[in-house]
């Protein structure tokens, strides 16, 4: 098995390698999906999310993203309560699902804050999709239609370019179009299937 920790500033294009990878035959466990599920209703993520951030992060009994994401994007301390939330339970299942794939298979582990969370050193490689700044901004705002100064703090919430990019082993470059970042991924995953 080959474990590969891929990761990449927020809207770098992450899911585009992921998809394209999965598409190749990779096992593909992203993290951010993972998230989502341990915050379902009934989970005890979201039990814990409501405890400590109160009832007006929830409608209709689920998590409500934006109003949760204002909170811990413009403080620092409640992000970090948040991640002591999921981050565990997001790598129990995480554990779980590559427990599943087959010796031989090629897992990929999409983890957006693989830098920040000190995971470098946990697989046999590391793969950086990487974009200018100015790019990535233009891209997040529009993806998520944020302001400039809402964009900028979401960059700044996670690992810098530089400290990214000092863990990659391989680096894909996302400035571009999906059409000049796939054949990027077909080489990478030619690469590791024939050793």
């Not at 080959?2 to 598409?23: D, E, H, P, Y």
Request: charge should be negative; glycine fraction near 8%.
């Amino acid at each position: 098995m080959l474990r590969v920790g891929l990761t990449g500033g927020i809207a770098s294009g992450k899911t585009s390698v992921a998809q394209q990878l999965a598409a190749l035959g990779a096992v593909v466990i992203d993290a951010d999906v993972l998230a989502r599920d341990v915050v379902e209703p009934g989970t005890p993520g979201l039990a814990a999310v409501r405890e400590r951030f109160g009832e007006d992060v929830l409608t209709g009994g689920e998590l409500d993203r934006a109003r949760l994401g204002a909170i811990v994007f413009a403080d620092p301390g409640a992000r970090r309560d948040l991640e002591q939330i999921v981050h565990p339970a997001v790598r129990a299942r995480a554990a779980e699902l590559e427990r599943q794939a087959a010796p031989d298979a090629v897992v990929v582990h999409v983890i957006p804050l693989l830098v920040e969370t000190g995971q470098a050193q946990d697989f046999d490689t590391l793969v950086v999709v990487d974009l200018e700044p100015a790019t990535q901004l233009e891209r997040l705002r529009n993806r998520n239609r944020l302001t400039a100064a809402e964009a900028r703090s979401r960059m700044a919430a996670q690992a810098s370019r530089e400290e990214r990019l000092a863990v990659a082993e391989y680096v894909l470059d996302n400035n571009g179009t999906l059409a000049d970042l796939i054949p990027q991924v077909s080489r990478l995953w030619r690469q590791w299937r024939t050793g």
